[in-house]
């Protein structure tokens, strides 16, 4: 396979890339405190939360934007973004058509009728969630299912209590930044012992130019309950880079259960780099109780740059982490992608499994850490991080963190990287399945261990995905 | 014999005019550098504190050493970073005001030490600068002793084997008082050359900070064997760059002591192709006592058909132990086979309960077990020098097996 046909193959047109024609209500571009009370105002928040986002506001003007990652960009301006964009309503209730076209046309099932019915959506559109499906039904169930700023209005308490919990404002400079100006997100309150009878799902979408989305995800499962919830995103194509910087904090109270899922399609920028999303999230997990369990779940194909360590602290003793990822690089993408795993409590086990596969001009690194402090006796990491390459000028990278202080813990990390084998590419053939059809199979074979962790219809499109974006790989 | 070194009284630089110029620069970068920090990648686990401690600075000798036992085979001796004594057949020795110009230009070239703290400290106080050079195969291992017992100590050694020749040199260290031993190794391997590398600091128990930089010429090869113990700080650092078809074999022991740490820094680059690296260390860490291993792997676009592996293992014996390891790999070319692995863990139960079920006292069972685990490491040890080091360190001291 020569590096023009590869080249070829790889710069397949973004089908999420359409920006959607509707009206909106934007802030001009600037951040300064004035914004951030406009914000607050608008969504007519209580003053400790007013007060938060000011507060976390000095602290990110006093930090420095952090440059360890393996990636390199242009200085993103923070002055020339908009941090506030919403589609102009015609009235409380009623939904401009062109917003439900566009969810339909990504594929995203906002109408309860539909195919998908199994999955109650929440659609968040630049800075606000724009509708919300199946609440009724999640209601009886006594499950909270609704923006975050509905949640502010309606629970209060739960709010004040874990927000920022899990991911303080102060934790780092995005983290500032959202904590500052987040206009919107999913909060989610699933009570003691309920199995929450729906999927639980927010579809991100960034649409206006110019604009940052910073939303900010509350999940609390109570004691006993489970919840399996499912994150998309995508956004138009543009020449300038957007910025993505969302925080996500989850809490499982004793015995409870938190599947998280992501297949994360942002724009990834054209072949020469231009555009592109910078997706520079905060998510973290903390399982507070006994035998709590928090699972990460991602397949990244989108981004420019994705810089993120979906994280469990395994506070509670017998407490579960999971991780498991899929990242795909190409054209001039860069991902700096892992996980952080941090043993507080005893008997503590996590896992983590990570498939990074760089095509194309693109760097593609796994950072992670792994920390065992002394208090975890008995604690178990297993992680498994392996790369492929395919072509010449890509780059694999792993990072992995390893740190114990007590001896009667285990921690076993094993990473490989390779390209895809001409053996297998030559017994494929040999059978008479195309080359194409043959690096779809071997990536697929590839990353299996991820897909089978993913719901079911996450599996099929995060399958679907890879394949598009691997489609006629090999020449 | 050569005995050129019997007396040396003029070592470090000597001042010819491009040496001065370039020493004068190396001064001036000093100045604007400050230690390593928490926050460098590659200082994350380093317990530096000792290094800096007062009663180090400054502090000149006043007592004097032992006097240089004649070892068997081939040796030198440095005091306080100087070469004081020496016996070899095999190697030539010059210190640097021995050099010819172009010998010394092409070493100005070659020590250009970057932004490091450590490098261009050692660069600019060496006490010492010698090169040591092989033209043909040596049979007997050259073996270097560091002794130091007050201040700073910068010893910095020169070594060129020639394309094809072979060769071994040992080095051991051992510490008299409170210093810090800041010295350098730059190993200059032509087409072809082999050298065998043993390194062993058990008897270093004050600070010590010791860099190996090796350079690979094509079909080289550089096998290290290493064994680090300390109830000090020491730090010990091999970055090595590898020529096409070059190889790399490293194998090293962290035995762990009480109060003390280790901390191994590993810069591979393979910057040809054809070349093959393949690491492993394993560390013994008793209650109280730290062993932290970064190793990267680079492979840069040139390194194409590369084979790398690394393997990095603890066992975590008591409470207090602490163990951090951090096995990168960075790799821009498509054609390679890399892989690393790492794990960190304490005896196996199960394994113990079996040996004691069949009578094995328990402390018989956890040596059998330790040996166990070193056991793939200390197969790859064949100096016989650095074996017989090893096993006067092992088994482990009572305090560490309880």
Known sequence: ?475 | MNTALAVCHRCGWAEDAATRAWHEQLAERLASLTPPSRKDEFWRYSRLSACFAPERAGRGLDFPFPSPEPLAGEWIYFDQGRPVAAHTRAWRLRPWSELDEATRARWRERLEPGEDYFSVRNLVEADAVLLLELEETADAPLQIHYRHGAGWVQPLLLVEVAAGARGAIVETFASFGPSTQNGAVNLWLGEGAELTHGVFTAKAQEALLHRVRARLGARARLDVQSFAATRGYQRLEWDVALGESAALRLSGITHGEPDGSTDVALRIRHAAPGAATDVRWRGLVPAEAHSAVIGRILIEPAGQRTDAAMRLDHLLLADGAAADVKPELEIYADDVACGHGATLGRLDDEALFYLCSRGIPEVEARQLLIDAFLAPVLQRFTLAEVLRHVHSRLPLPDDAAA
């Open chain 1, 1 to 475: 396979m020569s590096t023009t046909e590869l080249d070829a193959a790889l710069s397949q047109a973004y089908e999420a890339g359409f920006v959607t024609d509707i009206e909106t209500e934007t802030l001009p571009p600037g951040l300064d405190e004035q914004v951030i009370e406009y914000i607050s105002a608008k969504k007519n928040e209580p003053e400790f939360l007013r007060q938060w986002r000011l507060d976390a506001f000095r602290r990110w003007q006093t930090m420095k934007e952090p440059h360890w990652a393996h990636v390199r960009y242009e200085p993103i301006d923070y002055q020339g973004l908009i941090y506030y964009a919403a589609p102009k309503r015609r009235s409380e209730t009623e939904i401009d058509p062109k917003l439900l076209e566009t969810y339909e046309k990504l594929g995203v099932p906002v109408h309860e009728r539909a195919a998908l019915a199994g999955v109650a959506v929440d659609a968040v559109f630049d800075s606000v969630s724009v509708l919300t499906t199946f609440k009724d039904k999640l209601s009886e169930a006594g499950v909270i299912f609704c923006p975050i700023s509905e949640a502010v209005q309606k629970y209060p308490e739960l709010v004040q209590k874990y927000l920022g919990s899990v991911v303080p404002p102060g934790d780092n400079f995005f983290a500032a930044l959202n904590s500052a100006v987040f206009s919107d997100g999913s909060f989610v309150y699933i009570p003691k012992g309920v199995r929450c009878p729906l999927e639980l799902s927010t579809y991100f979408r960034i649409n206006t130019a110019r604009t940052g989305q910073f939303e900010r995800t509350l999940i609390i499962a109570d004691e006993g309950s489970y919840v399996s919830y499912l994150e998309g995103c995508t956004a138009p194509m543009r020449d300038e880079h957007q910025l993505h910087a969302a925080v996500v904090e989850l809490i499982a109270l004793e015995g409870a259960e938190i599947r998280y899922s992501t297949v994360q399609n942002w724009y990834p920028g054209d072949e020469e780099g231009r555009g592109g999303v910078y997706n520079f999230v905060t998510k973290r997990g903390l399982c507070a109780g006994r035998g709590a369990k928090i699972s990460w779940t991602q397949v990244e194909t989108g981004s420019a740059i994705t810089w993120k360590y979906p994280s469990v602290i395994l506070k509670g003793d017998d407490s579960v982490g999971e991780f498991y990822s899929v990242a795909l690089t190409r054209g001039r993408q860069q991902a700096d992608t892992g996980t952080k795993m941090i043993h507080l409590g005893r008997n503590t086990r996590s896992t983590i499994v990570s498939k990074g596969i760089a095509a194309g001009h693109s760097q593609n690194a796994y950072r992670g850490l792994v920390r065992i402090n002394p208090g975890a006796s008995g604690a178990r990491n297993y992680t498994q991080c392996d790369s492929l390459l395919i072509g010449p000028h890509c780059g694999a990278h792993t990072f992995p963190y390893i740190e114990s202080r007590n001896p009667r813990a285990i921690v076993e990390h094993e990473a490989s990287t390779s390209r895809v084998s001409e053996e297998q590419l030559f017994y494929c053939r040999q059978r008479g399945i195309d080359p194409e059809r043959a690096v779809a199979l071997i990536v697929g074979g590839f990353c299996k261990d991820v897909f089978q962790k993913l719901p079911l219809e996450f599996a099929v499109e995060a399958g679907k995905l890879l394949e598009v974006s691997l489609e006629g790989s090999v020449g």
